[in-house]
């Protein structure tokens, strides 16, 4: 599976963004999917995971009430819509394909996006 992410780039604290990531290949739908964040200059983190059915949702607490993640099985594509945004949610953000269901750890993921990149200004 081969991921790539847009739809990041400049916003306003209290803006909002959307970011999709678009897989290719037959076997999105096997996957359960997720999006990380890199803060400049600190480690990865967890932001959501989504079940494969799009039955099941999980999300950091630092995001929870704000982001919303979903799934388009038809169209490959995984989103993530941010409200609300603060300046510490700038940094990096990768979406992910899942091998195991234990989402909040890196080691969990088989396969990355290339990442795009998050700025809120306050």
């Known amino acids: 599976v081969q991921l790539q992410a847009s739809g990041g780039g400049l916003v306003q604290a209290g803006g909002s963004l959307r970011l999709s990531c678009a897989a290719s290949?037959?076997?999105?739908?096997?996957?359960?999917m997720g999006w990380f964040r890199q803060p400049p200059g600190k480690e990865r983190e967890f932001v959501a995971a989504?079940?494969?059915?799009?039955?099941?949702?999980y999300y950091a607490d630092s995001v929870k009430g704000r982001f919303t993640i979903s799934r388009d099985n038809a169209k490959n594509t995984v989103y993530l819509q941010l409200n609300s945004l603060k300046p510490e949610d700038t940094a990096v953000y990768y979406c992910?394909?899942?091998?195991?269901?234990?989402?909040?750890?890196?080691?969990?993921?088989?396969?990355w996006g290339q990442g795009t990149l998050v700025t809120v200004s306050s």
């Open positions: 992910a394909a899942y091998w195991r269901s234990t989402y909040y750890y890196t080691g969990s993921v088989a396969y």
């Open positions: 989504i079940s494969r059915s799009s039955g099941s949702t």
């Open positions: 290949g037959r076997t999105f739908s096997t996957y359960d």
